[in-house]
């Protein structure tokens, strides 16, 4: 199996082994609640990756649409769609769609992009 195959499927199957583990969760305290004090919820975990990977997603997007990308075009991105109130599962939905995005953005590119 190529490199290039190998990100693809890591990337996707972190978030399937993740929707699974969530989704069988129906209670939304317990999500939202740490294993311990200090730590992070599930919830908190997620929104992070979700955040990240919107925050990536654009810089991605450029890189490979641009034969000399300035990143500093990008700037801050705003994360307006976003409500604190969202549940984990509604959170978990929006992180699978961008990280789809990135999956497929990554899949389009040429051979020679990954060298």
């Given at each position: ?17 993740l ?16 294993a311990?004090?200090?730590e ?5 975990v ?7 990977e919107?925050?990536?997603y ?33 959170v ?24």
């Amino acid at each position: 199996m190529e490199r290039e195959e190998q990100i693809y499927l890591k990337l996707f199957h972190m978030l399937n082994y993740l929707s699974k583990r969530v989704s069988s969760q129906r209670d939304e305290a317990r999500l939202t609640r740490p294993a311990e004090r200090g730590e992070w919820s599930v919830r908190e975990v997620i929104v992070h990756l979700r955040d990240h990977e919107a925050r990536t997603y654009p810089k991605l997007h450029l890189l490979a649409t641009t034969a000399h990308p300035d990143l500093r075009r990008i700037g801050e991105v705003r994360l307006t769609d976003y409500h604190p109130e969202d549940s984990t599962l509604t959170v978990i939905s929006q992180f699978r769609r961008i990280r789809q995005s990135t999956v497929s953005l990554l899949r389009e590119l040429p051979r020679d992009a990954w060298d």
